[in-house]
């Protein structure tokens, strides 16, 4: 069951003023990525074809994901009037296709799927929490708020079904660790590359995933602060089997931090130097 409902949100409070035109790309690209959430539902009704509690948990988790997806798209259109959200979803999906023909994960157990659920939603929960809190539009800020909350709640649901499998299927730590970091390295595949794509650059122009990635993390990475990080990485520990807080959890927090500050400069001078070709007006 939803734990909100898209109209619920004060949408007449939407202040133009306070916008940060930074904010904008990114949350066109969130918005294809989370409403494409139907296509992850059939893909996990396959593959856990003979678990009907998961597979209702699945379901509902979509409908919530699209509801993410078609609340930030809204918001887009309102920060962007020329923008056309149906268009640019479409386009993203004729060129973004997942296999949900799968009769298996592809992370080799059920365990490892959802632990790999289990990091997609430490990141969102991260993210808009990171966004929610750095954004002054007053509806942003609501709605990020409503969509961390759900995603810390997907979280809590993939971990609770991953703690039953992993109970059957015993996959080891290394196995864990090897699923969880795999997994949060797929961050830079074509998924959101190509909704930044799709969401901010001219029809017709030549997708390029290099150019896309650091347009979308030169952005993203900069709304992140430590605790987003610390927080998260507590949430990483405790998926693959390690105590959330304590001194291995606090340095790898940091060590985290660092990289990201790292890959954050890296983009933007990548960012700086191949502006988006044929892009519509995207602020850096």
């Known amino acids: 069951?939803?734990?909100?409902?898209?109209?619920?949100?004060?949408?007449?409070?939407?202040?133009?003023?306070?916008?940060?035109?930074?904010?904008?790309?990114?949350?066109?690209?969130?918005?294809?990525?989370?409403?494409?959430?139907?296509?992850?539902?059939?893909?996990?009704?396959?593959?856990?074809?003979?678990?009907?509690?998961?597979?209702?948990?699945?379901?509902?988790?979509?409908?919530?994901?699209?509801?993410?997806?078609?609340?930030?798209?809204r918001w887009a259109m309102l920060a962007d009037p020329n923008w056309d959200f149906d268009a640019?979803?479409?386009?993203?999906?004729?060129?973004?296709?997942?296999?949900?023909?799968?009769?298996?994960?592809?992370?080799?157990?059920?365990?490892?799927?959802?632990?790999?659920?289990?990091?997609?939603?430490?990141?969102?929960?991260?993210?808009?929490?990171?966004?929610?809190?750095?954004?002054?539009?007053?509806?942003?800020?609501?709605?990020?708020?409503?969509?961390?909350?759900?995603?810390?709640?997907?979280?809590?649901?993939?971990?609770?079904?991953?703690k039953r499998y992993l109970a059957r299927e015993r996959l080891s730590f290394p196995q864990r660790l090897r699923v969880a970091a795999g997994r949060i390295g797929e961050s830079e595949d074509d998924e959101l590359a190509f909704a930044f794509h799709c969401g901010n650059e001219a029809e017709g122009a030549p997708f390029d995933h290099k150019r896309c990635t650091a347009a979308y993390m030169g952005r993203a990475m900069g709304y992140y602060r430590f605790r987003h990080i610390e927080r998260g990485m507590g949430m990483i520990f405790k998926s693959v089997g390690l105590t959330p807080r304590g001194r291995m959890a606090d340095l790898a927090a940091k060590g985290a931090w660092r990289l990201l500050q790292w890959r954050h400069g890296?983009?933007?001078?990548?960012?700086?130097?191949?502006?988006?070709?044929?892009?519509?007006?995207?602020?850096?």
């Open 1 to 73: 069951m939803k734990h909100w409902h898209i109209e619920q949100v004060a949408w007449n409070r939407f202040d133009p003023a306070r916008l940060d035109p930074g904010i904008v790309p990114l949350v066109k690209a969130a918005a294809m990525v989370e409403k494409n959430g139907l296509d992850y539902a059939v893909y996990l009704n396959r593959v856990f074809v003979d678990d009907p509690d998961f597979r209702q948990a699945a379901d509902n988790w979509a409908v919530e994901e699209v509801q993410h997806g078609d609340t930030l798209g």
């Open 266 to 284: 890296r983009y933007q001078r990548e960012l700086a130097a191949a502006p988006p070709a044929g892009a519509q007006q995207v602020a850096a």
């Open 88 to 162: 640019a979803f479409t386009r993203y999906r004729e060129g973004y296709k997942i296999d949900v023909n799968a009769d298996a994960s592809v992370r080799g157990s059920r365990t490892g799927e959802l632990i790999a659920r289990c990091m997609v939603e430490t990141g969102t929960s991260s993210y808009y929490t990171a966004l929610g809190e750095a954004a002054e539009e007053p509806v942003l800020k609501e709605v990020c708020k409503l969509i961390a909350a759900d995603e810390y709640r997907h979280f809590k649901l993939f971990y609770d079904h991953m």
